[in-house]
């Protein structure tokens, strides 16, 4: 089980990794930069389809709970 401040930890870390939240439903995020999350106590915002510039088409709310996973993402 994760907490918000592990999520927190890995969004702040001197040397960003990109990493993929899993959730128990199946559904799956890519955080590849520190900007595309946003950490709250419960649940985390994260950006979706970014364009080119990195800016998010959308956000989608994840509840802590529900992840069951985080995965490192590989680099390109």
Known sequence: MFNAE???ALL??????PFRVCLSGGASYEITNHDMALVGRNSVEIGVNPDPN?????F????????ARIEDLQAA
């Open 6 to 8: 592990q999520i927190r």
């Open 12 to 17: 702040t870390a001197r040397e960003f990794r």
């Open 54 to 58: 990195g800016i998010a088409e959308r």
């Open 60 to 67: 989608v709310r994840c509840a802590i709970i529900h992840i």
